[in-house]
């Protein structure tokens, strides 16, 4: 059974630094997929923050772009986001998602398909 598991999440004051991690157990059958973070706020809708695939293409969400870097250890299918310059907007619930069917274009928009997985989440919370 695959499971994600996630850590890095906390609390830290605006322009501080976080790091979560994301490794995926069981799923060393797939030579390609993608794999990336969501974030969801209460009340909002569920939105991409940045995605990476097997060949190193990169999606980001427009208002972190040049503070988040998204990369990926295809040997442990381990993907880390490092966030820089935290600002309160980014408080939300953060999940870890792979997916071997969709392209990365595809899994930053929608998420991973029926046949991909998600993590528990993890909480970042950025105080002003």
């Known amino acids: 059974q695959v499971q994600l598991v996630e850590s890095g999440g906390g609390s830290v004051e605006a322009g501080g630094s976080l790091r979560l991690s994301c490794t995926a157990s069981q799923y060393t059958t797939y030579r390609v997929y993608s794999m990336g973070w969501f974030r969801r706020v209460p009340g909002k809708e569920r939105e991409a923050v940045a995605v990476i695939d097997t060949d190193g293409g990169t999606m980001y969400e427009e208002s972190v772009k040049g503070r988040f870097t998204i990369s990926l250890d295809n040997a442990k299918v381990t993907t880390n986001l490092q966030m820089d310059n935290l600002k309160p907007e980014d408080t939300a619930l953060y999940y870890c998602?792979?997916?071997?069917?969709?392209?990365?274009?595809?899994?930053?928009?929608?998420?991973?398909?029926?046949?991909?997985?998600w993590g528990q989440g993890t909480q970042v919370t950025v105080s002003s």
């Open positions: 998602a792979i997916d071997n069917v969709r392209p990365v274009g595809d899994f930053y928009i929608a998420g991973p398909s029926r046949l991909g997985y």
